[in-house]
């Protein structure tokens, strides 16, 4: 998915909205139900924020199934990631395939519908298009887009997925990683080249985007498509982490100047608005960066 989103509002939608008992039985034929894909979605609906670690004679209990059923469940299950072991134990929790899956339906509808009359509200101000991007693994995956009616040949569409160390957005995106986090995200010794300012290794790339996180955004040109600029700016939620980055793609041979100051103020406005209707809310320390022209770094 990615990284980057409440794991209590994945749990908590589910414990909210379980599977009803009869619900599939009453709308759909017996014929069409599978047994053992019902019984593990019911197993998960089973965890919540009060029961977050459940045994395995807890949950078939709980579904009034044999404990031999339970464990088979289980044991798939894991294999999949949608459940792990509670710290090496017998307990199990929900395990990272399950965050994904909601950190993929917030991407696709939260961010989503909040942020696509924002991208075109930007889009009409500074007349280039606009973008909002999330991260899954070391990829990012375009969400959103506001088209520009400028002539601008682009194959990024809903959907793209490009590198994510290699993309201005990208680096938006690993601000919050770690270099040990970087290193297990990228464990090979050089990192594949897209052009000539892609990041050769990870120190280099953890130096670019602790740089980008203390300036508060990127603006760049040609970092991984000759005479294209970028200027991005992260998208926090209420817990402070990058979930997502918005930002606007424009010919750098059309580049003012002069317009680049208030373009720069504009996307960092938007995305600021966006971080504000997911509930964030930054400290006293973010406002006020100064707008730096990265061409030549």
Known sequence: MPANVRQHASTEAMSSNPIPAT??????????????????LRLLSEFSSKDRTMSA??????????RSTVFRLLATLEMLGFVERADGGRDFRLGMAVLRLGFEYLASLELTELGRPLLERLRDEIGYPSNLVVRDGRSIVYVAKAVSPRPFASSVNVGTRLPAHATVLGRVLLEDLSLAELRTLYPETQLAVFS??????????????????????????????????????????????????????????????????????????????????????????????????????
Do not use: C, W
Request: without cysteine.
């Open 57 to 66: 004679a807890e949950l078939a209990r709980r579904l009034k199934v044999p």
């Open 196 to 297: 000539e300012s892609t990041p050769r290794t990870v120190d280099e790339l953890h130096e670019i985007v602790q740089r980008d996180r203390e300036r508060g955004y990127v603006l760049q040109e040609g970092f991984f498509e000759a005479s294209i600029s970028t200027i991005a700016a992260p998208v926090r939620d209420r817990t402070g982490k990058v979930v997502a980055a918005l930002g606007a793609t424009i010919p750098a041979a059309h580049i003012d100047p002069a317009q680049l100051d208030a373009m720069v103020e504009k996307v960092r406005d938007t995305a600021g608005e966006l971080s504000r209707l997911l509930d964030y809310r930054p400290s006293l320390r973010s406002s006020g960066a100064k707008v730096v022209n990265l061409y030549r770094e």
């Open 23 to 40: 619900s599939a039985a009453s709308e759909t034929p017996d014929k069409y139900i599978v047994p053992g894909l019902e019984r593990g």
